[in-house]
């Protein structure tokens, strides 16, 4: 099934998410996901049932299905050697108030549509201890199963939600969870929600206004008590009217003839320049 028929999952009441490989699996478990079904290649069998002994016991209606290489290649279209793929109830949706509740620095992925990089940024952001992730109606889904490899499970431990009202870009989109629903989206979603919380938005974006990271001026970014950092689609950015609502715009200093770095590598450096610090 494709993934936007799994979040479609009648057997679910938010639809189903793969987890792909042992460790993998065992995050999504220890983040207190449900199990539909595992997956496991015969030659992991021994192995995966002593990792995931405890699953097996816990959810005792979760088939475990098994099957040698070709034949489970056959059945995923893709070779599966991660040693285990489960099948989980994709979580009911968070909304945006309570991922920012309590939060003080919050990742903003705008219209990012490869999960690759977004389970990368991702990944970056719980390293260097970001506490949430608000998505627009466009972005890629954290729970893809790309994006939860990418990010080595770390996506089940950082809070996300995704808004329903974007600036410029209307309704459109189908966001995660959401698929066949109709849209009715308050209108302090997404970046109002941030500056009603207190956050002070910053844009990384190459613009006339943009300020090197390692310019001075930005030493109280990083103090800031509540700081949300937006990052933007791969190639065009972030959009122009997100960049209008930014308190501040802010780029990585490069010689002459680089203009760019990869979304995910730029978000790494950014997310340890302006990550919490003591006060």
């Given amino acids: 099934m494709t993934d936007a028929a799994l979040r479609r999952a009648a057997d679910a009441e938010h639809g189903v998410f793969l987890a792909e490989s042992t ?3 065992r995050r999504a478990l220890d983040a207190g996901c449900r199990p539909v079904s595992f997956l496991l290649p015969q030659r992991y ?9 405890d699953a097996f016991e816990t959810f005792p209606e979760a088939p475990v299905f098994t099957g040698d290489d070709e034949l489970l290649s056959q059945l995923t279209g893709f070779h599966l050697h991660r040693g285990a793929l489960a099948a ?4 009911a949706p968070r909304p945006v108030d ?3 509740a ?12 490869d999960p690759t990089n977004l389970g990368a940024i991702v990944r970056s952001a719980v390293a260097l201890d970001w506490d949430g992730l608000l998505l627009s109606p466009r972005a890629a889904d954290p729970l ?4 939860i490899r990418v990010s080595m499970g770390t996506v089940f431990r950082l809070p996300w939600a995704r808004a329903l009202a974007w600036p410029g870009a209307g ?3 189908m966001p995660a969870g959401q698929v066949g629903k109709p849209h009715r989206a308050p209108a302090t979603d997404g970046l109002e929600a941030l500056r009603r919380a207190g956050f002070v938005v910053v ?12 310019d001075p001026v930005l030493e109280p970014l990083r103090y800031a008590e509540r700081l949300a950092l937006v990052v933007g689609a791969e190639g065009p950015g972030v959009r122009a009217e997100t960049l209008a609502l930014c308190d501040v715009h802010v780029k990585i200093p490069m010689p002459a003839g680089v203009d760019s770095l990869n979304v995910g590598a730029a978000a790494a450096v950014a997310l340890w320049e302006l990550r919490c610090r003591p006060v």
């Fill in 45 to 53: 069998l021994e192995t995966a049932a002593e990792q995931l002994a």
């Fill in 144 to 147: 893809y199963r790309r994006a």
């Fill in 203 to 214: 844009a990384l974006e190459v613009t006339d206004q943009a300020v090197a990271l390692e």
């Fill in 171 to 173: 309704h459109h989109g």
């Fill in 23 to 25: 460790p993998v699996v």
């Fill in 98 to 100: 309570d991922v920012l």
């Fill in 102 to 113: 309590g939060a003080r620095r919050v990742l903003v992925a705008e219209d990012l549509t």
């Fill in 88 to 91: 989980m109830e994709r979580p």
